[in-house]
């Protein structure tokens, strides 16, 4: 059984399949964008549909596999606290970015989005006082300049209510880096099916009550509109996300991150064939300078995990 945390030494004959894993969970991660665009339900609907049916597909994938046994319900006492905290970090993450997609492009929302690797490195430096390496503070800069190209870019050729969007992707991004950190930090011994059923379902939860606070009704009738969330539980939930936290129990987590810098090229693809929506040019420079920065942010991010490694990215926690 594979667990959280627990590091695995990589054999040649593994080589193959996390490749194609990793394939996989890029290219079902990408549909997330088209498939909430597609939707004509509230962004907060979306949020709880998608978080409820993912955590009901686990939660029953888990129970097929017999994962929930006394060592895994122990460890989940003993986390619970962590696991409602990264659980509230996932809804906040899905809600300012399911909303920013309303508002601005794709490619600008997705990319945006991605940059979550730029807060792993702040977050390592200004909470932890880690040193953050020169290329780190560079790929930060660049995808900074990046990000300011394509904001400009959106207000120039949209209005604020796109610079909006992509402040909300932004924010986004900090929340999804805040759940990867808490996922590589408290999941360990605890099987993949557990710990995503509890983070999706407590999620659910949180997005519920801002449905209610907002007076968001969550109920939804249209045979449509639950096919789609259905497919957003199946396609970017169960075989993205929760692919992306299998792999984790196979490779470095520098490795699994490596693959944000995929998603927003699917994302765009997607949206331009689908959509029809081909963003301004001013937004492709500022999408690709962002992706030279989170990849320089990566390769050091990467360089320094083969060495002393990240508290943040500590797999036994602290």
């Not at 990264?86 to 300012?96: E, P, R, V, W």
């Not at 993949?192 to 379902?201: E, F, G, Q």
Request: glycine share 8%.
């Amino acid at each position: 059984m594979y667990q959280m945390g627990k590091e695995i030494d990589i054999q040649s004959s593994d080589r193959p399949r996390i490749a194609l894993l990793l394939i996989l969970s890029v290219s079902m991660v990408s549909s997330a964008s088209i498939l909430i665009r597609l939707s004509q339900s509230h962004p907060l609907v979306i949020v709880f549909w998608r978080t409820l049916l993912g955590a009901i597909l686990m939660a029953s994938l888990g129970l097929i596999r017999g994962d929930y046994t006394r060592q895994a319900r122990d460890t989940v006492r003993q986390n619970w606290k962590w696991f409602v905290t990264i659980g509230l970090f996932l809804c906040l993450h899905f809600s300012a970015w399911f909303t920013s997609l309303f508002l601005t492009t794709v490619a600008a929302s997705v990319v945006l989005t991605d940059s979550s690797p730029i807060f792993t490195a702040l977050l390592s430096t200004f909470v932890l006082k880690e040193k953050l390496g020169a290329k780190s503070w560079a790929g930060t800069l660049i995808a900074v300049l990046g990000a300011i190209l394509l904001a400009w870019g959106d207000l120039t050729s949209t209005g604020y209510g796109a610079l909006s969007g992509d402040l909300l992707a932004l924010l986004s991004a900090l929340f999804l880096a805040l759940y990867f950190i808490g996922g590589r930090r408290f999941a360990r011994g605890v099987p993949i099916t557990v710990y995503t059923s509890i983070v999706y379902a407590t999620a659910s939860l949180f997005t519920l009550v801002l449905c209610l606070l907002q007076g968001v009704n969550v109920v939804v009738l249209e045979s449509t509109e639950m096919i789609l969330f259905l497919a957003l539980a199946i396609f970017p939930t169960v075989l993205g996300h929760s692919v992306n936290n299998y792999l984790l129990t196979l490779v470095p987590a520098y490795l699994v991150s490596a693959a944000v810098l995929g998603e927003p090229i699917g994302a765009t693809l997607l949206a331009a064939a689908i959509l029809n929506e081909i963003p301004p040019p001013i937004t492709f420079v500022g999408f690709l300078v962002i992706l030279a920065g989170i990849a320089l942010v990566l390769t050091d991010l990467a360089r320094r995990t083969r060495g002393n490694g990240l508290a943040l990215d500590d797999t036994h926690g602290s």
